[in-house]
């Protein structure tokens, strides 16, 4: 191995940008899966989301016996719940919304989660966020708004439901942050699984309960798997770097939800798409370039 890529194999924030870039594959063929659940079969939201956090509960359990209690051992259970049921509403605004919004439009709003993380992290977090991080967040934000383009006539109001997605998603990864200070990537993944299942049931019990058959069945199971995955590598990614450095890296889900889209689909968004989609990539790029010679400086 050269030197090169020794450096790139411990760099920090080659494995956070990594991790955060291998989570939104993951969560885009769950994308997939939910709004062909939503859109194609009609199958109520509140209840997609019940049981797709049911099943990733289930497909854990190998993992929770092989963890045990220990794993479920912490002295912030508060931070835990609260991290949850942020992320639950954030679930159930983001499964309605793709009820109606196409992947590429949903993603495309969902990435000014960023804006809230930034600020988050800097006022409750404490992390340092320089201009580079600033720079590259504010690019990705411009390159959805071009592919976006919120004053076209086609732009609904149900759209707004990515934004609120956002936010609370946004909260829920300030959370997580904090908590990989203190704990495990298994304990903060198994807490968000076990706690998920009853907060969703009760949403999805107040809102008319359904129970998946035949291709709904399969899509949900395939969901419940790539929730498990998606989320222990976002853990992985705010537990190797700052929150700050990490989040604009998940501007990459655009480009692959749009290919994702496409590929299942057949459609995706005319116009700019591909100059905001450059505007993203090449912010993610530079910024991670940035910390990583910022960390052999420091060395």
Known sequence: MNQSSLTLSRSRAFAGASYMVLAGIAFALLNVATQWLAMTLAFPPASAAFWQYGFALVLSLPLLFKLGLRAMRTRYPWRHLLRVLLAALGVQAWVTGLATVPIWQAIALVMTSPFFIIIGARLFLGESVGWPR??????????????????????????????????????????????????????????????????????????????????????????????????????????????????????????????????????????????????????????????????????
């Open 134 to 299: 600033w720079a590259a967040t504010l690019a990705g934000f411009v390159g959805a708004m071009i592919i976006l383009q919120p004053w076209a006539d086609t732009f609904s109001a149900a759209a707004l439901l990515p934004i609120l997605s956002a936010l609370l998603w946004g909260g829920s990864s300030l959370l997580m942050k904090n908590l990989t200070a203190f704990e495990p990537p298994e304990t903060i993944t198994v807490w968000l699984l076990v706690l998920l299942t009853p907060i969703n049931a009760g949403l999805a019990l107040a809102s008319g309960f359904a129970v998946p058959t035949g291709l709904a069945l399969a899509l949900l199971l395939a969901a419940g798997l790539l929730t498990v995955v998606g989320q222990y590598l976002l853990t992985l990614a705010y537990n190797a770097a700052d929150a700050a450095y990490v989040q604009p890296f998940d501007d990459l889900k655009l480009p692959l939800n749009v290919l994702a889209g496409w590929l299942v689909f057949g459609y995706a968004p005319a116009g700019y798409l591909w100059l905001g989609a450059l505007l993203i990539l090449g912010a993610s790029l530079f910024l991670m370039t940035a910390e990583m010679r910022k960390e052999r400086t420091a060395a």
